[in-house]
Every structure is written in C-alpha cells, then in structure tokens.
C-alpha cells in the first residue's frame, strides 16, 4: 500500500514540476519577446536620431546660404541706390516690395 501512495505522490509532483517548468518557459518566451522589441525599439530611435542630426545639419546649411543670400541682396540694393536708382525702381528691378527693400537696407 505504501508503494502505491508513493507512486501517486511522485506523479503528482513530476505533473506539478511539469506544469511549474511549462509556465516558466512562457514567462521566459514572454522575456524574450519583450527583450526583442526593446531592442527593436532602440535601434528605430536611434535611427530616427541619426535623421535628426542629418536634417539638423541641413537646416544649419540652408539657414547659411539663406543669410548669404540677404548679404548679397543687401549689397546689390547699396549698390543700386548709390548709382541713383530709386526705391521704387529697385523693387521693380528686384521683383521686391519697397518694404522689403527698406528692411534690407
């Protein structure tokens, strides 16, 4: 009789170990998942950062060329009014309103 209670005791904790391993290995699959998009996750953002640097630096270059341009525009109107050309008359030249040319100048 003894054996008996033995063998049933032993069967019902390799079915409890079974099934305590069993949820473990989800736990531990579910970890993996996780662990997998975090990681997934970082290197978007930190492509999504490279991107930003990259139109950072492009903004910077733009904004550059776009003061360049007034400097230019500035010394063209200089040297328009100072050969006797009208403010009416460089912003005909110049596709300008006469407001911008005054801004500019």
Same mark, same amino acid.
């Given at each position: 009789?003894k054996? +008996? !209670?033995?063998?049933?005791?032993k @069967?019902a904790?390799?079915s #409890?170990?079974?099934m305590t391993?069993n949820i473990?290995?989800e736990?531990y699959?579910e970890l993996?998942?996780?662990?997998? +998009? !975090?990681?997934?996750?970082?290197? @978007?953002?930190a492509?999504k #950062?490279k991107?930003?640097a990259?139109q950072?630096e492009?903004l910077?270059?733009?904004e550059?060329?776009?003061?360049h341009? +007034? ?7 200089k040297?328009?009014?100072e050969?006797?050309k ?5 912003a005909?030249?110049?596709?300008l309103?006469?407001?911008n040319i005054k801004?500019?100048?």
């Open positions: 009789m054996s +008996k !209670i033995n063998r049933l005791a @069967a904790t390799i #409890d170990i079974r391993m473990e290995d736990i699959s993996e998942n996780l662990d997998t +998009k !975090i990681l997934s996750q970082k290197k @978007a953002l492509q #950062d991107q930003l990259h950072e492009q910077a270059h733009q550059e060329q776009l003061a341009q +007034k400097d230019m525009l500035r010394y063209t109107i040297m328009l009014v050969s006797g009208t403010l009416s008359e460089i005909d030249n110049l596709h309103d006469i407001e801004e500019l100048m």
